[in-house]
Structure formats: structure tokens, C-alpha cells
């Protein structure tokens, strides 16, 4: 039996983010009999008891709300537990995936005992962390160490993106940790007409199909939502922009409505963050174009969902969304008109446009990111590591 312990989502089948979305994905398709797999759960109640889901054994991990350090706490905890786990109950073939950089220099004592007990250790760091500019300058320099000594006390790296496993092998080559690129999956799914439930949440922000563009991503400055918004209010176009997001009216938020005076704007629609995934799906394949503004991290699970289903799709140019995208997509920069001109170029697409542009978004996924491509990517790489 090979045991699979996933730490660092919230949990399995929970719906959250990318790791979340990552982690059900996998399991779910995974299908083998001899593979068994633990997924430690974040949970804010006390008394929690583990549960066994579809087989996956989750361990229910309390820590209180304490802000961005609530992931770390419940990292480190996790780590811990299942290193006594592992040695009290005998466990063989065992590897502990985790999932971004946050036990930072207290792993490089736990991954030795680790190794010691045969566990082999994979560590994905995600995107770069520290690049992200919600986070002030002394929690970057947290994310730089704790990348540092996590990827340097581990078996292997498994990177989402080609670039950041370029990042990977440039930065820390002297600590000859063997890297490999495994993005996200996404599925590709003929969808059917407007459901019940997709009808009643248009009408309630009067939105009507192929009269709106689509964000979909976390509230944070580096997914370019002033940007984005700036450039759309100075578009030629009448459609809205439908924003789905967790929007919160914080030191952001304020600033983004100064930087832009989006509420004079009747166009512009936040709608809150969706955990429907039917009437998210079609939400995507009923909009003029999505527009992926994500400037940090890796391959993006939205974006790999957009281009599965939505045809015309705009993406911030920057390296992790242009090796996804290709030729499938249009691109915008940081540069005053970029967006203004793609959206003004989208708004006289005809029909074969939409076909060709779709045709070549649902390829990209066909040949590189279905999750039948993903999971036999990891089966083949746990296999090596406990030959």
C-alpha cells in the first residue's frame, strides 16, 4: 500500500482556492486501489473528529483565525502530527506532498528524522509568494527563507508552471534538488443551456448572455483588478464587467475606488465570490471574453477553467499565463491602452472568430491539461520516488 499524505489545503473537497480545487482533483481521479491518501483539514471548531471521505483519511486540525498566519500554523501543526503519525503506526511507502512554502527553517529538522523513516518529501512552492505586493516587506523576507530551506530539504520539487521550475533550478542549483513540472488539470465539459439556478443569478444583477466580461480571482492587487477596471471604463464597449471575487471593502478596496471611481460606472459588477461550480461554469462559457489579470504564481486552475470552456480569453502578458495560453489568447501589458485596444478588437469579433479562438483554447487543454494527463504525471512520479 502507498500512503499519500497532501498537506497544506484547507482540507479535501473543500471549496476554497487553487489547492483545494488541486487536491479533490487529483484523489477523485486518481483510481488505484493501492494508493491510499491522507489530507489533513483545517478546521476553526475544537473537538473536530478525523474523518474518512471517499476513502481519504482527514485528519480535523484545529487552529484559531489568526490572519495570513493561520496557514502556517496548520502547516507546521499538520507536519508534525503525521511525522509522529507515520512512526507510531509503522507506515511504508510513504510520501508527504507538501503544498507551498510555509514551515520554512523548522523543516530542515523534521525532513531529516523524515528521511530517516524512508518518507520521501515533495514540496511544490506554488507561485513565488514573496512576490506578491499584498504582503509587506518583512513577511517577503519570511516567504524567501522559508522557500530557501524548505526546497533545500527536499526529495523533490514539483512546479506548476515551466517558469517556475525555471525559477527553481537557477535559484537553488547548488542544493541538486531534481525538479519537475506538473501543472493543474482542468476538465473539458459540453455544457448544456442556462440551468434554473444560472438564470435566477443573472437576472439578479441583470446580466445577460455575451453582454459581459468575466475576472474571476481572490481580491488582491496583483491580479491588476485597478488596471483592468481603469482600462474597461475607458473601452468602447457597453457590455459589463462582471467581477466574481471576494470582495472585501478594506484599504484595497478604498483604494481601488479612488484610483478609479468605479461606482460612477454602471458597467462594472461585483457579484461576490461563487462556490456554485454549475452556475460558474456557466457564467464562463456565456460571456463576450474572460480577462485573466493574474500577474503572480503559477499555472492558475481559473485560467485552465476558462480556457476549457469560455472562447475568447484575455491575459495579462507575463510568462506563467503565456505558456498556457500560446496562440489560444489574446494579451494585454501594464502599458496605458493595451486592454482598451484588445477589448475595442473583441467587440468587432464575428462568429468565426469565436470558433477559432475556441477551438484553439480547448486544444491547449486537450494536449497538456486534462487531469487524466495530470494524475498518470503523478502516479508515474510517486512510483519513482518509492521504487
Wanted: net charge positive.
Amino acid at each position: 500500500m502507498k500512503n499519500i499524505i497532501i498537506i497544506g489545503a484547507r482540507g479535501y473537497e473543500s471549496k476554497y482556492g487553487g489547492w483545494e480545487t488541486f487536491v479533490t482533483n487529483l484523489i477523485n481521479n486518481y483510481n488505484d486501489k493501492e494508493t491510499r491518501f491522507f489530507v489533513p483539514e483545517l478546521t476553526h471548531e475544537k473537538g473536530k473528529k478525523e474523518e474518512v471521505r471517499n476513502g481519504v483519511i482527514c485528519k480535523q486540525i484545529y487552529v484559531p483565525k489568526q490572519g495570513f498566519v493561520t496557514m502556517f500554523t496548520f502547516t507546521i501543526i499538520a507536519t508534525l502530527y503525521y511525522k509522529k503519525y507515520i512512526k507510531k503506526e509503522k507506515l511504508n511507502n510513504v510520501i508527504m506532498y507538501i503544498l507551498g512554502c510555509r514551515v520554512g527553517p523548522l523543516f530542515t529538522l523534521i525532513h531529516k528524522s523524515l528521511n530517516k523513516m524512508g518518507v520521501k518529501i515533495i514540496i511544490n512552492p506554488d507561485g513565488l509568494e514573496w512576490k506578491r505586493e499584498k504582503w509587506a516587506w518583512w513577511i517577503k523576507q519570511c516567504f524567501k527563507i522559508s522557500e530557501r530551506t524548505m526546497i533545500k530539504s527536499s526529495n523533490y520539487v514539483v512546479c506548476d508552471s515551466k517558469s517556475i521550475e525555471e525559477y527553481v533550478k537557477d535559484k537553488y542549483k547548488k542544493y541538486n534538488v531534481p525538479t519537475t513540472f506538473i501543472p493543474y488539470g482542468a476538465y473539458l465539459n459540453d455544457l448544456k443551456d442556462i440551468d434554473k439556478n444560472t438564470k435566477e443569478f443573472m437576472e439578479k444583477y441583470d446580466i445577460k448572455p455575451r453582454e459581459y466580461y468575466l475576472i474571476v480571482g481572490r481580491f488582491v492587487p496583483e491580479n491588476n483588478y485597478g488596471l483592468i477596471i481603469r482600462e474597461f471604463m475607458k473601452s468602447n464597449t457597453e457590455k459589463d464587467l462582471v467581477i466574481v471575487t471576494n470582495v472585501e471593502k478594506n484599504k484595497f478596496y478604498k483604494k481601488l475606488l479612488k484610483l478609479t471611481n468605479f461606482d460612477k460606472d454602471k458597467r462594472i459588477k461585483f457579484v461576490g465570490s461563487i462556490y456554485d461550480d454549475e452556475i460558474l461554469r456557466r457564467l464562463r462559457k456565456n460571456a463576450k471574453a474572460y480577462i485573466h489579470g493574474h500577474s503572480a504564481g503559477g499555472t492558475n486552475p481559473s485560467l485552465l477553467e476558462a480556457l476549457s470552456i469560455t472562447d475568447i480569453n484575455i491575459l495579462y502578458d507575463v510568462s506563467y499565463n503565456k505558456e498556457v495560453g500560446e496562440e489560444s489568447t489574446l494579451y494585454f501589458s501594464k502599458e496605458e491602452g493595451s486592454l482598451v485596444e484588445v477589448i475595442n478588437k473583441v467587440e468587432n469579433f464575428k462568429t468565426k472568430d469565436y470558433a477559432n479562438y475556441g477551438d484553439l483554447a480547448k486544444k491547449r487543454i486537450k494536449e497538456d491539461y486534462t487531469w487524466d494527463i495530470i494524475v498518470n504525471k503523478y502516479k508515474k512520479l510517486f512510483d519513482k520516488l518509492l521504487k
